[in-house]
């Protein structure tokens, strides 16, 4: 099952890259969903770095992420559990060109991950994983494709 923001967590609605930062800036768990043919061009990587659990979903088609090939999407650290569902991740390079799981779990569900790549050769271009015995990774009805 998806990794699903306690009740009690807010729910954000957003439509561009500097109404996410601000969420993700709070630092808590949180709802949020992007609004349909939304592209979030990210200048910095994304970070959940505290034991909190984020949910980020497309509210429809062409929702996407893109590091432009100069940055990883999203960090997963501190006891975080993300999920992200519906999405388009594309162009990141980084450890982990889409996601690096440092400290923490991932959900990716029905989403498409494109055109990423590790930056230092075998750190994964879709998704890199520490601990992997520690946190868990699952992935739901999702495409790779040239990573």
Do not use: Q
């Amino acid at each position: 099952p998806p990794l699903l923001p306690p009740p009690s967590a807010p729910k954000y609605e957003v439509n561009s890259t500097d109404e996410l930062m601000k969420v993700f800036s709070l630092k808590a768990s949180a709802d949020v969903v992007v609004a349909s043919g939304t592209i979030i061009g990210l200048k910095t990587r994304l970070e959940c770095d505290e034991d909190i659990t984020v949910t980020i979903r497309g509210s429809g088609e062409g929702v996407t992420f893109d590091g432009k090939d100069k940055i990883g999407l999203f960090k997963v650290s501190g006891g975080c559990s993300l999920t992200l569902e519906r999405l388009n991740l594309v162009n990141g390079n980084a450890d982990g060109g889409a996601v690096h799981v440092k400290d923490g779990n991932l959900g990716l569900i029905d989403s498409h991950v494109a055109n990423c790549k590790g930056d230092r050769g075998d750190w994964g271009g879709a998704l890199y994983v520490d601990n992997f015995n520690r946190y868990k990774v699952r992935v739901k009805g999702s495409t790779f494709t040239s990573c």
